[in-house]
């Protein structure tokens, strides 16, 4: 990934990064380190220009220091103001932030092509977290009715998705080795007093770079078996 606070490069297609294939059905692009509003608008026109043969895509980035609000969120979980941007977006879920430091792959999939259901689909993501996790000695869960990767009673990482056609975008974010100060003046994902944590702190030595590859292959591997 570029270092953080520099944004990824535009391809010539119009979209970050250049596409690696995964598999016949999948390939990755690794951004770099983004601003969240243009990444999720080339999101929205590459789902918008999808057709029936657009190979689904996984996108991974860093973020520049944004709060972002879920549909439905409610502005009040916004504890403190830190002079960070509060963008209200489309997918599901209530507040989060997100920084350099923590790795976000987002899905671009088609769901009907797939075969896939919305909750197998959450369940994949988190299932993909919970086993990189393991990989490294670190026992994750889930938890019943808060969606996203927990160790403990912390969470580790979120997600939030936008389905629309058939199709999703939007994903999952993974602390990774950031700054979780910001996390202290919101309600993280609506729940007040919910503590975070990250791989750095949980003694995972890989880098967001190493992580953000890792975790595409993870979530590669759960897409492909679903899709048999």
């Not at 390939?27 to 590459?46: E, I, K, N, P, S």
């Not at 088609?110 to 026992?139: C, F, S, T, Y």
């Not at 019943?144 to 998705?161: D, E, F, Q, R, S």
Request: hydrophobic share 40%; net charge negative; with cysteine.
């Amino acid at each position: 990934m570029n270092p953080a606070g520099q944004c990824g490069p535009v391809d010539s297609d119009g979209f970050a990064g250049d596409p690696v294939p995964i598999s016949s059905s999948l390939r990755v692009r690794h951004l770099g380190c983004t601003d969240y509003q243009q990444t999720w608008q080339q999101m929205v026109r590459f789902t918008a220009a999808r057709s029936e043969q657009t190979v689904d895509e996984l996108w991974c980035c860093e973020h520049l220091p944004v709060f972002t609000l879920g549909q439905a969120g409610k502005p009040e979980h916004l504890l403190a103001d830190l002079g960070i941007p509060l963008l209200k977006t489309d997918r599901g879920g209530q507040i989060t932030y997100h920084g350099p430091g923590q790795v976000v792959v987002y899905l671009l999939l088609d769901l009907n092509r797939r075969k896939l259901k919305v909750r197998e689909l959450v369940a994949a993501i988190e299932q993909a977290v919970i086993d990189l996790l393991a990989e490294h000695g670190v026992a994750a869960e889930r938890h019943g009715g808060a969606p996203g990767v927990y160790v403990g009673v912390a969470k580790v990482a979120a997600l939030g998705l936008r389905i629309r056609k058939g199709c999703c975008y939007h994903g999952v974010s993974l602390n990774v080795a950031m700054d979780l100060s910001p996390f202290a003046a919101i309600n993280p994902c609506g729940y007040p007093g919910l503590p975070v944590t990250q791989t750095s702190d949980l003694g995972i030595k890989l880098i967001p770079a190493q992580v953000a590859t890792a975790l595409a292959g993870h979530l590669a591997g759960q897409l492909e078996s679903s899709n048999e």
